[in-house]
C-alpha cells in the first residue's frame, strides 16, 4: 500500500493536471494554454516517476521521462511555434462563451466523480480512488474539442483528452508497458506535427487558422 | 445562545474579550490594511502616497462632519450603513481570527460567516438603491450580479477545506489544519485558495474587477452605489467595506496559514495571535497591491469569466477533497 509523502506528491499532480484543464477552458490567450500543456506535461512525469521509484520500476521511470520530454517540452514547443507565427492569436468566439463553458465543467467533474465512483470502489486503494480526477480531465478536454474553433485549441483538446487517458492508466494500472507508452507518446507527436504543417500551410493560403471557416469547399 | 455561553465555564470572560479584540481588530486593522495597499499601489508607481493610516483620518474627518441625506431618501438609506458595520462586527466576533476559540465558537459556521457578509452586501446595494438616482441603481445592479456568482464560489471554497476537516465550523477547521500541518500542501487547499484568492479579490472590490480610486461611470461598481451617502453615513460605509476586507483577509490568512493562531487563551498567546494575524494579512495585503499594480481592470462583462473560474476551481477542490479522502 502506497502512503506518505509518495502518496502526497501524486495527489498533488493528479489536482494539477485536472485544475490545468480547467485554466484550459477559463484563459482565451493561446499561450496560455501552452503553458498549461506544458506543466500538465510535467505533471504527469512526476506522477510516473513518484510510482517508479515508489515500485522500483525501471521500465516506468523511462516512461516517466518519455512523458516529460514528449509532453512537457517538445510538444508545448510545436505549439509555441505554432502561436508565435501568429501573433496575438486568442480564441475569440468559442461556440459555448466561457462561463457557460466553466459551470459546464463543474458538472462534467462532478458527474465524473459519481461514474468513477462505481468503478474505483471495486477495488479501493489511495491511488484508484483518485481516477475521478483522471476522467474528469478527460471529459473537460473532450469539451474543449468540440466547443473550440481555433486549430491549436482544438490540438490542446485532444491533448488534455490524452493526458487524462495517461493519468487514469497511471493510476489504475501502476504503469502502461514501455511500448504502449512510447505509442500513444510517440503518435500524439506525430499529430502535432501534422497539424503544424496544416495550421502553416492554411495560413499560407487563407491567412487565418479558423478551423470553423472551411466547412465548405473553395475552387 | 445562553447554553452556548453557559457551557464554556471558566474562560467566558477571557472568551468574550478576545472576541472584543477581534472586533476592534478588524475595525482598526481594515484602513489601515487598505491604507498599506494604497501604499504599495502608490510607490510602485513611483509616487509618495498617501500615510498608511490614511484611512482612519478619512474616518475621522467624516464622523466631524454635518449628517446629510439626500431627498426623498426613507429609512432603508439610514438603516444601510448600520446593518453593514453590525453584520462585519458580529462574522469579526465568531470567526477565528486572533484567536480559534471565541465567544460562540459554535456559532463560527462557513455558513453563518458567508450570509452575514451576504447580509452586509444586501443592506448596501438596497442603500444604494433607495435614493432612486441613476448611479445608485446601476452599482447596485452591477455589486449583485458579481455578488451572485462571488458568495456560492465562497462558500463552496471553504466547503472544501470543511470536507477535509470533517466539520463547516471555522474554529474547528482551523484547530484541525493546525493540527496537521501535511494538508497545508494538499491539491484541495491549493485549488480552494486559488478560488478564494479570486472571490476575495471581487468581494472587496479590488482591480481586475472594481476599480477603488476611480469614478468612472463606465466602470465604477462600489462607488456608484455610495454616491449618496456623505458625512457620518459615509464614515460608516466605509469603515464597513474597510472591515469586510480585514476580515475576508484574515480568514484566508487562518484557514490557509494557520500558523500563530492563538489556540490556549492566555495573554500572552492572544497578544502573539494578534501580531501573526497583522503580519499576515500585511503581507497577503502586499501581494494583492502588487497584482493590481501590474494588471488591467476587466471589463465588465468579463468579470463573470474570472467569478466562474474561480466558481469551479472551488467545485474541482471540493471533488479533489471528496476523492483524496
Do not use: F, K, M, N
Given at each position: 500500500m502506497r502512503t506518505g509523502a509518495a502518496l502526497d506528491v501524486v495527489e498533488l499532480a493528479a489536482g494539477i493536471v485536472l485544475a490545468g484543464a480547467v485554466v484550459a477552458l477559463w484563459r482565451k490567450d493561446l499561450r496560455a494554454l501552452i503553458s498549461v500543456l506544458s506543466l500538465q506535461g510535467a505533471a504527469l512525469a512526476t506522477v510516473a516517476a513518484v510510482l517508479a521509484v515508489h515500485d522500483g520500476d525501471a521500465g516506468l521511470g523511462v516512461v516517466a521521462g518519455v512523458v516529460l520530454l514528449a509532453k512537457g517540452l517538445v510538444i508545448p514547443g510545436l505549439l509555441a511555434r505554432v502561436v508565435r507565427a501568429d501573433?496575438?492569436?486568442?480564441?475569440?468566439?468559442?461556440?459555448?462563451n466561457v462561463p457557460a463553458s466553466l459551470v459546464t465543467a463543474a458538472v462534467l467533474v462532478v458527474v465524473s466523480y459519481l461514474v468513477a465512483g462505481h468503478l474505483t470502489a471495486l477495488f479501493p486503494d489511495p491511488l484508484t480512488r483518485l481516477a475521478p480526477l483522471g476522467l474528469a480531465t478527460v471529459l473537460v478536454g473532450f469539451f474543449v474539442l468540440v466547443t473550440r474553433r481555433k486549430a491549436v485549441s482544438q490540438i490542446v483538446g485532444l491533448l488534455l483528452v490524452d493526458n487524462g487517458v495517461a493519468l487514469v492508466a497511471f493510476l489504475l494500472t501502476a504503469g502502461v508497458p514501455l511500448l504502449v507508452e512510447l505509442g500513444a507518446s510517440l503518435d500524439v507527436l506525430l499529430v502535432v506535427i501534422v497539424l503544424q504543417v496544416l495550421a502553416t500551410s492554411m495560413r499560407a493560403r487563407f491567412?487565418?487558422?479558423?478551423?470553423?471557416?472551411?466547412?465548405e469547399l473553395h475552387d | 445562545m445562553l447554553t452556548v455561553l453557559l457551557a464554556t465555564g471558566p474562560g467566558l470572560l477571557t472568551r468574550i474579550g478576545a472576541s472584543v479584540l477581534q472586533v476592534v481588530a478588524v475595525g482598526v486593522g481594515g484602513p489601515l490594511l487598505l491604507g498599506l495597499m494604497g501604499k504599495i499601489r502608490a510607490r510602485a508607481e513611483g509616487r509618495v502616497g498617501p500615510p498608511i493610516t490614511q484611512g482612519l483620518l478619512d474616518l475621522r474627518k467624516l464622523v466631524r462632519k454635518e449628517a446629510i441625506r439626500a431627498e426623498h431618501t426613507s429609512a432603508v438609506a439610514a438603516l444601510a450603513p448600520l446593518v453593514l458595520v453590525a453584520s462585519a462586527a458580529v462574522a469579526a466576533a465568531v470567526t477565528p481570527l486572533v484567536t480559534s476559540r471565541p465567544v460562540i465558537a459554535g456559532g463560527a459556521d462557513v455558513f453563518v460567516v458567508v450570509y452575514l457578509l451576504l447580509m452586509g452586501s444586501v443592506a448596501l446595494a438596497l442603500g444604494g438603491l433607495d435614493a432612486g438616482t441613476a448611479f445608485g441603481g446601476m452599482g447596485s445592479s452591477r455589486a449583485m450580479t458579481i455578488g451572485a456568482i462571488s458568495e456560492p464560489a465562497l462558500l463552496v471554497a471553504v466547503l472544501a477545506l470543511a470536507v477535509q476537516a470533517h466539520t463547516s465550523n471555522l474554529t474547528g477547521i482551523v484547530a484541525a489544519s493546525l493540527s496537521h500541518?501535511?494538508?497545508?500542501?494538499s491539491p484541495e487547499r491549493l485549488l480552494a485558495l486559488a478560488a478564494l484568492v479570486v472571490v476575495v479579490i471581487a468581494e472587496t472590490g479590488r482591480i481586475p474587477v472594481d476599480n477603488p480610486s476611480t469614478h468612472l461611470e463606465l466602470t465604477m461598481i462600489h462607488e456608484a452605489m455610495i454616491l449618496e451617502y456623505a458625512g457620518p453615513d459615509l464614515a460608516l460605509v466605509t469603515l464597513g467595506e474597510a472591515m469586510r476586507l480585514g476580515l475576508l483577509l484574515g480568514l484566508v490568512a487562518n484557514l490557509f496559514f494557520p500558523w500563530g493562531v492563538d489556540v490556549s487563551g492566555g495573554g500572552f498567546a492572544m497578544l502573539v495571535g494578534l501580531v501573526a494575524l497583522g503580519a499576515k494579512t500585511a503581507a497577503i495585503a502586499v501581494l494583492v497591491a502588487l497584482v493590481e499594480v501590474s494588471t488591467a481592470k476587466l471589463r465588465l462583462f468579463r468579470v463573470p469569466e474570472l467569478l466562474a473560474g474561480g466558481f469551479v476551481l472551488a467545485v474541482v477542490a471540493v471533488t479533489t477533497g471528496l476523492v483524496t479522502r
Open positions: 501573433p496575438g492569436s486568442r480564441e475569440t468566439a468559442p461556440l459555448v491567412g487565418h487558422i479558423d478551423l470553423d471557416q472551411l466547412r | 500541518p501535511e494538508w497545508l500542501a
